[in-house]
């Protein structure tokens, strides 16, 4: 028996989070399984006796792309334990921090991620060597939204500005005023974008989704609204327990959510698209319209061009907030002196949809327990009925052209574990 | 929050590298910690048996150094440094493989 040393040197690699199986038994899908591999981060866990201050800090921690979503759901269920109101132009301030991220968020998944995708390329940097003016597009669009990200939060990543009841500095309409010309080049490049992703070749998909997002009377909602779907579903936010329901599966580290009963459904641009559609800004809807776009989108390989449309309403949205700014008196509505026990709940639509949190707070504003719920998880039972349908009608490809269509079929929900652009490691089982 | 699948790949990488001669009993693994990779050697020691089970890695010594050095090229990495393995029958000799 011998002992001999080998030098490896190997550099480790993250291969992303996630891997699918995929079961085929004689000609038939059998079984798929979204398997996200990144541990538990236990957030819900750090929060616990926390103040409740500290939440929209804490949570925005959970993610890179769209921290505004974690701490607008935080401010929200904070908000409404103490009974606070905040309307007006920190409301406003709230909505155009969030086409910030949206403008963002979109930018980095249409142009980064999805795109190269349609083109055949294998990753942004190698569609930049050919086609740079494409990715240029994507990198101002990406800076306009991180502009308002950093002018409003602070920074552009986990931002900093955002309190319970306000913010701890807002601008002045000066300062508003002088993105005001990033905007407007940006909202022209999002309405090229939409005509861009229009004409991209798309695969055949006709998905028969429950679609589930806010819908508030006079906007095309972000911040605030009822829970609703096209299967007739409509609950204030607090109810969001008795129609929903998450738990955990064996093969994959995040909970799966499904409806009461069972069934997947889908959330983000698509089902925000479909349900408050007559609400997006005219531009949105007019480019929208020149492209074709019908009122419901159920190839979700076409979700790019809707994400696009959301863009050119981010930046619409944000131009109009801009125009009518008026620097409030005080950053913030000042919390009660003393902060009572109860429990709030809400929801905000993040890039990938609607972000449910809820909170207990002890007398004095400690947490006491802490429920999120990400779009991701949401998401996640749905995208593998689509990556089921995708793999049956293409069950004659062999197993890396079908990996490279899986992959698309699951980057098409822009799941948040798509920044692993090439995260996926197929496993076909075919007897 | 990636130190799972680093350290999963780690070990494809040391199971692959111990079978590749001959099938071999891991006694020793070398890992390093660049200065940027925002990994510590806690991190990693908690999440290794779980990792290893099962492989033939899962018995083996493990010796971790963290880097300081900001401006190695390999400063945001982790790299598996070597493994030394216990063959039967072989002589010994230490045998270099640059992937």
């Known amino acids: ?431 | 929050m990636h130190e799972e699948a680093l350290l999963k790949d780690i070990r494809r990488k040391l199971v692959e590298e111990s079978t590749r001669a001959s099938p071999a009993q891991v006694a020793r693994v070398r890992l390093w910690i660049g200065a940027l990779s925002h990994l510590s050697e806690d991190q990693l020691r908690l999440q290794w048996p779980t990792v290893v089970d099962g492989t033939p890695a899962q018995s083996a010594r493990l010796d971790v150094t963290t880097s300081r050095d900001t401006t190695d090229p390999r400063a945001q990495g982790l790299v598996l440094m070597s493994i030394d393995v216990v063959e039967p029958g072989r002589s010994s000799g230490r045998v270099a493989l640059r992937p």
């Not at chain 1, 800076?143 to 319970?164: F, Q, W, Y």
């Not at chain 1, 000042?334 to 809400?346: D, T, V």
């Not at chain 1, 039972?381 to 049956?392: N, P």
């Open chain 1, 1 to 431: 028996m011998t002992e001999r040393t080998i030098a490896v040197d190997y550099l480790a690699r993250v291969e992303g989070e996630g891997s699918l199986r995929v079961r085929v038994s004689e000609g038939r899908v059998d079984d798929v399984q979204l398997q996200i591999f990144e541990p538990p981060r236990f957030f819900e866990a750090f929060l616990r006796g926390r103040m409740y201050t500290e939440a929209p800090d804490i949570t925005a921690r959970i993610c890179g792309i769209c921290p505004v979503a974690y701490q607008m759901s935080s401010v929200h269920a904070m908000e409404q334990i103490l009974g606070l109101r905040v309307g007006g132009q920190l409301r406003a301030l709230r909505r155009l921090l969030y086409c910030g991220e949206w403008i963002e968020s979109h930018a980095l998944h249409v142009y980064l991620l999805h795109v190269p995708d349609f083109l055949g390329y294998p990753d942004a940097v190698q569609l930049a060597k050919d086609d740079p003016a494409t990715v240029r597009r994507g990198l101002a669009l990406k800076k306009a939204g991180n502009a308002l990200m950093s002018l409003l939060g602070g920074r552009e990543i986990h931002p900093i500005n955002v309190r319970v009841g306000g913010f701890y500095r807002v601008p002045g309409r000066e300062e508003l005023e002088q993105i005001r010309p990033t905007l407007e080049s940006a909202l022209d490049i999002a309405e090229e974008t939409v005509h861009f992703a229009a004409g991209l070749p798309f695969p055949e998909a006709d998905e028969d989704y429950e679609f589930v997002a806010l819908q508030h009377p006079d906007e095309y909602a972000m911040n605030e609204g009822e829970i609703v779907s096209n299967r007739g579903l409509r609950i204030p936010v607090a109810r969001y327990d008795e129609e929903f329901e998450k738990a955990p599966v064996g093969y994959t580290h995040a909970l799966q959510s499904v409806r009461k009963g069972g069934t997947p459904y889908l959330l983000g641009a698509m089902a925000r698209y479909s349900l408050n559609g007559r609400q997006l800004t005219p531009r949105a809807r007019e480019v929208a319209a020149a492209v074709g776009l019908e009122p419901v989108i159920r190839n979700p390989f076409r979700s790019i061009v809707v994400r696009a449309v959301e863009m050119v309403f981010a930046c619409e949205e944000a131009l109009r907030i801009i125009d009518q700014y008026e620097a409030p008196t005080e950053p913030y509505v000042a919390a009660p002196a003393e902060i009572p026990a109860g429990i709030g709940a809400a929801a905000t639509e993040a890039p990938r949809g609607l972000l449910f949190h809820r909170y207990r707070l002890a007398p004095g504003g400690q947490i006491e327990s802490a429920e999120i719920v990400a779009p991701t998880a949401q998401n996640q039972k749905r995208i593998e009925e689509d990556v089921r349908h995708v793999v049956e009608r293409s069950l004659a490809l062999d197993d890396t052209a079908l990996t490279g269509l899986c992959e698309r079929a699951i980057r098409n929900h822009d799941p948040c574990i798509s920044c692993a652009t090439h995260f996926l490691r197929l496993e076909m089982e075919r007897t």
